[in-house]
């Protein structure tokens, strides 16, 4: 199987986004009328030639590509008179349906008629050419079977094996005829006094572009790696990056440049004949997938000085690494130079086998090095990481890459040498393209990055945003059909998908296609940035300029996103075409289930419209819901989240604020009230506990003294006499702080005041003194021998004393 060049890998990407810019209404209503005498001679013949089933590949691709042709053009006819068509049903539909009777005015039945005969006849052309594009459908499916079939047939036939010495012989003959035969045609338009007259005519013009383009090759490389050295200074930065980027990129041109001068200084000898053609265009194609491998391996396995580092890995591993994807691109461009020998001079199964063993033994080896690579980089990023933290997911995703390259590269040594030719080859060097492509689209993602960086200011965290993360999916989507291209899907079956893609499905009476998908999703991109921008001028260029309060400004910026969100929708399924009225009957039908299922949800969000219209909380209040204190950070239209002082995050529904009991500390302004509970022992002067009590709350800069502070002596408690400081603060939030100064300053006051602070006092009484005479006598008897015994009441005294 011949590899696809990246030169049309990169011409089919383009023709992909080409045809994704094709207005999907193309075709119009005025196209010609399908000539259907020549389409039923060419289904005929098809379906003989499907039967039969004798045709070649060749021959079959392009009978495919015949049909996909008429089935366009039936396409299009369907859609002929559409408006018309229209017209004249609304005109129907206007009459009203004929009366059960049959009775009905002359004028009108007549008319009925007339609207009836005509919208047959206008419908008649459509019929036909749908009856006809279903046997276009047909025909076609049945060529993709077919082809399908035959090429799981050659992917799976076994062949002669490169392990059998008697066909090395073969192998090496074939390929040295071809470069003796090569040398032999170069040789004869030498002898050949015209071509040898052209080229000694010729000869100052091959030599000037053999020397600039052998300078471009290998010296204009250096001189622009060189250019960059000097101006980029600062790699790390996005515009650094982006410098490199396009200095690199000129390298590319440079050394692209080199190598097809070097193609047309030999075309310019006059010396090149049939055979030397398709080999030069060989030669161009593997010669452009070596500098394209090189230019990747310097972003790819980035030297330690450089910014476009990407790996976890040492500085040895990053050269093998380098070194491992120039080896693979060297592989490659071999195979375009062998499988252009192999086509012109028809080179047998056992001489092909032969002769490209070598290169998959090669490439199959870089391979399994580059996938254990990737493997080293997962493992090392995750090492890097926290015992705590996850692995990345790209990181997790190159680690399952680089085992999946392994299996390939392995696989496909194992399949050729068993045999099977197409399926070592394919897995190969289909694996080596896709890995290229896989590295652009990741270079393409990176300066999308680093360019969404430089928008916003040079914020580093915009790397990671929503934007460049969307800008990969979107790269990915546009370069899948070029990964089908690489794996063998024919561009006929790629542009049958896309039409079917075109064409949609339909849901009720709404047809959904591609393009109203892609229309849905930027009118809705673009309604979702311009609400966003909104947004942002509103909140930190018009309302800082007004005299609504922080939580107005929030209520109202939410609103204006939510508000914009809904418009963004709606326009995006207006310009998308989607009929909302097919889907009456099912928002119906969810409206019940909303009802009964989901009524708790539907409760938080009016509440969560209720707060952001009413504001009895805003984010910044200090709220106590069901016993919990915290600061509001923020409202959504289903759920409040508060931070509580231990700074952590209670998520509250909305309908708990509505219908519950909220205190709100800080609502309106921050004033709010203080109270220090004090005791002191009986026998203090309260006059002068007050006076203290005063002086304190006073003297605290965080106390208004509008209303001034009071003392309250509250009553006699069981242990003190219990008074209160009552003080209004400037600011609520900082009652715990005020509460602690005005305890030091109690107990500094005191001290000096001589005012004691009483400890708890309790009296104890023994309910059955009774339990305890065993061991008061044991303990009298001990003790009466060395003192004299006490009188009933002195020992009734003592035990009192002891009890206390």
Same mark, same amino acid.
């Given at each position: ?154 992917? *799976? ?176 461009? *071999? ?115 680093? *360019? ?276 209004? *603060? ?75």
């Amino acid at each position: 199987m011949r590899p696809q060049g990246l030169i049309k890998s990169l011409v089919a990407l383009w023709l992909t986004v080409m045809m994704l810019a094709v207005p999907l209404n193309a075709q119009t209503s005025t196209a010609a009328k399908p000539d259907y005498e020549a389409w039923q001679t060419l289904a005929s013949r098809i379906e003989g030639a499907v039967e039969a089933g004798r045709a070649s590949d060749v021959v079959l691709e392009n009978l495919r590509t015949d049909l996909v042709g008429w089935r366009t053009e039936f396409l299009s006819a369907k859609d002929a008179n559409v408006r018309t068509i229209s017209a004249v049903q609304a005109q129907v539909s206007a009459l009203g349906p004929a009366p059960e009777t049959g009775i009905e005015p002359e004028e009108i039945a007549n008319q009925r008629v007339t609207l009836t005969a005509r919208l047959a006849a206008l419908e008649a052309p459509g019929k036909r050419a749908e009856v006809a594009q279903s046997r276009a459908d047909a025909l076609i499916g049945e060529i993709d079977r077919i082809l399908a079939q035959r090429q799981a047939n050659a992917f *799976l036939e076994r062949g002669p094996s490169p392990l059998n010495p008697t066909l090395w012989a073969r192998g090496w003959t074939a390929l040295k005829s071809s470069l003796v035969n090569t040398r032999g045609e170069v040789v004869t338009s030498w002898n050949n006094p015209s071509q040898r007259e052209a080229f000694i005519q010729n000869l100052p013009t091959f030599l000037t572009l053999v020397s600039v383009s052998i300078v471009f090759l290998l010296m204009g490389w250096r001189w622009v790696r060189a250019l960059s050295e000097r101006f980029v200074r600062h790699r790390n930065t996005a515009k650094g990056w982006l410098t490199a980027f396009v200095l690199s990129v000129v390298q590319l041109c440079v050394a692209t440049l080199g190598l097809y001068g070097l193609a047309f200084a030999v075309y310019s000898s006059d010396l090149v004949g049939l055979r030397l053609d398709p080999l030069i265009e060989a030669v161009i194609e593997g010669g452009f997938f070596v500098i394209i491998s090189v230019w990747l391996s310097a972003f790819v396995f980035a030297r330690a000085d450089r910014s476009f580092h990407s790996f976890s890995l040492s500085e040895a591993q990053n050269t093998r690494g380098r070194q491992t994807v120039i080896g693979l691109g060297v592989v490659f461009g *071999l195979s375009f130079i062998l499988d252009a020998f192999a086509r012109y001079d028809t080179w047998s199964a056992s001489a092909k086998v032969v002769t490209v063993f070598p290169l998959i033994l090669i490439g199959g080896y870089l391979l399994w090095q580059l996938g254990r690579l990737l493997r080293q980089h997962s493992q090392a990023a995750s090492a890097a990481l926290e015992e705590e933290a996850a692995p990345r997911y790209v990181d997790r995703m190159y680690g399952l890459l680089g085992r999946v390259i392994m299996v390939f590269g392995l696989g496909g040594i194992g399949l050729l040498a068993a045999g099977y030719f197409e399926a070592g080859t394919t897995a190969v060097f289909q694996t080596i393209e896709t890995l290229v492509l896989i590295a652009v689209l990741i270079l393409a993602q990176r300066v999308v990055a680093e *360019l969404w960086v430089v928008l916003r200011g040079g914020a580093e965290e915009a790397r990671e945003g929503l934007v460049p993360t969307l800008s990969g999916f979107a790269l990915i989507l546009l370069a899948l059909p070029q990964f089908l291209r690489i794996w063998g899907t024919s561009d006929a079956r790629i542009s049958a998908f896309w039409s079917r893609a075109r064409e949609g499905f339909t849901v009720g009476e709404t047809t959904i296609t591609a393009g109203a998908f892609l229309t849905f999703a930027v009118v809705f991109v673009i309604g979702y940035i311009i609400t966003r921008l909104l947004q942002g001028a509103l909140k930190n260029t018009v309302l800082p300029k007004t005299q609504m309060d922080q939580g107005g400004q929030n209520a109202l910026v939410s609103g204006v996103g939510y508000i914009g969100i809904f418009l963004a929708a709606l326009g995006a399924i207006t310009g998308a075409g989607i009929d909302l009225s097919s889907l009456a009957i099912v928002a119906g039908a969810l409206s019940v289930g909303i009802g009964f299922g989901l009524q708790n949800i539907v409760s938080n969000f009016v509440s969560g419209i209720i707060l952001l219209i009413e504001r009895p909380i805003s984010e910044g209040d200090w709220i106590e819901v069901g016993g919990t204190h915290g600061t509001v950070r923020d409202i959504s239209v289903r759920s409040t989240r508060i931070e509580t002082f231990d700074r952590s995050d209670v998520i509250l529904p909305n309908a708990d604020l509505i219908s519950g009991k909220v205190t709100n500390y800080t609502r309106g302004n921050t004033v709010g009230r203080v109270i220090v509970p004090v005791g002191v022992a009986y026998g203090n002067d309260t006059r002068k506990i007050e006076r203290i009590l005063s002086e304190i709350a006073e003297a605290h800069p965080m106390v208004l003294l509008n209303p001034k502070p009071t003392i309250v002596f509250q009553g006699f408690g069981a242990d003190s006499l219990d008074f209160e400081i009552r003080a209004i *603060l400037r600011d609520v939030n900082f009652v715990m702080s005020v509460r602690s100064d005005m305890n030091h300053e109690i107990a500094k006051r005191f001290q000096e005041e001589g005012v004691e602070i009483p400890f708890n006092q309790r009296d104890i009484w023994i309910r059955n003194p009774e339990a305890l005479l065993p061991a008061a006598q044991t303990e009298a008897k001990s003790k009466a021998k060395r003192a004299k015994p006490l009188t009933s009441a002195a020992i009734s005294d003592k035990k009192e004393r002891e009890g206390k």
